[in-house]
T-cell receptor, first 114, second 116 residues
Framework: DQQVKQNSPSLSVQEGRISILNCDYT??????FLWYKKYPAEGPTFLIS?????DKNEDGRFTVFLNKSAKHLSLHIVPSQPGDSAVYFC?????????????FGGGTRLMVKP | DTGVSQDPRHKITKRGQNVTFRCDPI?????LYWYRQTLGQGPEFLTY????????KSRLLSDRFSAERPKGSFSTLEIQRTEQGDSAMYLC??????????????FGPGTRLTVL
């Protein structure tokens, strides 16, 4: 049973436009959500996170939106750049659980075309 | 501090052999995690330590797998009698329990294991 799902395996966007990556989760115990970016042959790099007490968090070109009632989060990248081309993973962890093990989605491959 | 480091980056072994991987976390982080990632999937949790105590293990961690963090600093993950299904990227992450980045896990570059 996949508790975190990224239904779009790939996304192609023109440079300068907005990239929107989506993620759905089923476990209502999830309280903290993160987005990671991964290049081939490297480990995931932390991008941005959001706690369930917020519905939006912004960091430069990256904004994460959380809709708790829909159990949905999204990552917006504006403007998209060719260097953003990578696989993006959303991850979730339960509320104040010791250890906060992360459950990951399957990833979305973003391609930003010059 | 340069972040989480893992050694080796690549390991090719024959089925039935034992392998051991090492992870050095960010120095002030007291939590350390191991994940496994197979092609086309997201990372899957294996186990985690708080200081030297192993506090949680996934059902994915069969009895052929053992992890240690003897002094609460670096950790090792050993796989005994490797099988072809063990071929994957093994990722280590660390986090702090306090401060502005608490609960954010930072990953190392991974060790890619290929079992022939």
């Amino acid at each position: 049973d996949q508790q975190v799902k990224q239904n779009s395996p790939s996304l192609s966007v023109q440079e300068g436009r907005i990239s929107i990556l989506n993620c759905d989760y089923t476990n209502s115990m999830f309280d903290y959500f993160l987005w990671y970016k991964k290049y081939p042959a490297e480990g995931p790099t932390f991008l941005i996170s959001i706690s369930s007490i917020k519905d939006k968090n912004e960091d430069g070109r990256f904004t994460v939106f959380l809709n708790k009632s829909a159990k949905h989060l999204s990552l917006h990248i504006v403007p998209s750049q060719p260097g953003d081309s990578a696989v993006y993973f959303c991850a979730a962890s339960p509320a104040n659980n010791a250890g906060n093990m992360l459950t990951f989605g399957g990833g979305t491959r973003l391609m930003v075309k010059p | 501090d340069t972040g989480v480091s893992q050694d080796p980056r690549h390991k090719i072994t024959k089925r039935g052999q034992n392998v051991t991987f090492r992870c050095d976390p960010i120095s002030e982080h007291n939590r350390l995690y191991w994940y496994r990632q197979t092609l086309g999937q997201g990372p899957e949790f294996l186990t985690y330590f708080q200081n030297e105590a192993q506090l949680e293990k996934s059902r994915l961690l069969s009895d052929r797998f053992s992890a240690e963090r003897p002094k609460g600093s670096f950790s090792t993950l050993e796989i005994q009698r490797t099988e072809q299904g063990d071929s994957a990227m093994y990722l280590c992450a660390s986090s702090s329990v306090q401060g502005p980045s608490a609960d954010t896990q930072y990953f190392g570059p991974g060790t890619r294991l290929t079992v022939l």
